[in-house]
């Protein structure tokens, strides 16, 4: 555009605010024929009237108006927008986007974010809750920085480190007539398999994990309802809906068996990953260090896996 929008959001709200071509010029300091010229490029560039020319005191049109409004909204996030460089470039602000499952940001978050924040009040958590798939998906596509979550046999192009092991545990309501102190081999579940089975939807990794140790072990069952949310699924199990297999949980309600499986049989790896092209960020390294504080991780044997 040949006229400075900044010029013209000046122009339009002193004839807004004051009524007139000519009160305008003398509020701005210019002269009226500037005013007016200013004005008829802008219409003419834009194909359609800004003032009204034929009321006195002179209006705004309604596009006028939007228009004028839009200018404003416009230097607003300029202004906000070079805040923020400003603050980056003098190391006072960071940005750091996670993707996880509600699930993991239920179990982990409370702790590792209120640790991060303490520590790193100048950083800013952008988190991203959504299946464990699309989590990880996210960060392959570049939506997101770090995933945190369980380790799929179909990562592509990651980094990643190992916060912990998991261990897996059959969940069962008391009512059931199935009770061990722990499943050695994978058909004492066999008996389990004409109750209803309530599973993690297959877009979750642990959906995946469980289904490849079902099959793998020829336990074959249509589950009655798939889930996203592992809290949901275990309140299902407390009001007697059916029996599920999940990550160990820490707290279960008396109307719940947990009954543990063999590490051998099954076990999980919870991650934090980021794709290989991507470098470390301050921010993330910030990130890893309170990950490691808060999972009790020596950083000098930790070592960093290439999964492409």
């Known amino acids: 555009m040949a006229f400075s929008t900044t010029r013209l959001a000046e122009i339009l709200t002193a004839v807004k605010n004051l009524g007139s071509i000519t009160a305008a010029s003398q509020h701005l300091f210019v002269s ?8 008829k490029e802008a219409e003419q560039q834009l194909g359609i009237q800004l003032i009204d020319r034929t009321t006195k005191p002179t209006r705004l049109t309604y596009a006028g108006a939007q228009y004028l409004a839009g200018l404003q909204k416009i ?21 750091l986007s996670i993707a996880l499952s509600e699930s993991m940001a239920t179990q982990i978050l409370p702790e590792l974010g209120s ?8 950083y800013h958590l952008d988190i991203h809750e959504m299946p464990s798939l699309a989590a990880e998906k996210a960060v392959t596509d570049n939506q997101s920085d770090v995933y945190i979550g369980p380790k799929s ?22 009512a059931y007539p199935f009770s061990l102190p722990q499943v050695t081999h994978a058909q004492q ?29 020829h336990l074959f069952l249509q ?18 809906c059916g029996w599920t297999l999940l990550p160990t949980p820490a707290v279960i309600a008396p109307t719940v068996r947990s009954i543990p499986l063999d590490p051998h049989l099954l076990t999980y790896q919870l991650i934090m990953a ?27 044997t930790q070592i960093k896996h290439r999964d492409d």
């Open 189 to 217: 579940l066999t008996s389990l398999l004409h109750q209803p089975f309530i599973g993690c939807n297959f877009q979750m990794v642990l959906g995946e994990i469980t289904r490849h140790f079902m099959a793998e072990n």
């Open 115 to 122: 640790q991060f924040l303490q520590e790193y009040p100048q």
């Open 274 to 300: 980021h794709r290989t092209s991507k470098e470390n960020t301050p921010e993330m390294m910030a990130f890893l260090h309170v990950a490691q504080n808060v999972f009790d991780i020596d950083p000098a």
């Open 75 to 95: 230097k607003q996030q300029l202004s906000d927008l070079d805040q923020t460089m400003h603050e980056l470039a003098q190391s006072k602000s960071g940005h």
């Open 223 to 240: 589950p009655a309802l798939t889930l996203n949310s592992l809290s949901t699924i275990q309140q299902l199990v407390e009001h007697g």
């Open 153 to 174: 046999a179909h990562h592509s192009a990651f980094f990643y480190r190992i916060m912990h092991n998991q261990s897996f545990s059959i969940l069962v309501p008391t």
């Open 32 to 39: 009226q024929p500037y005013i007016s010229r200013t004005i």
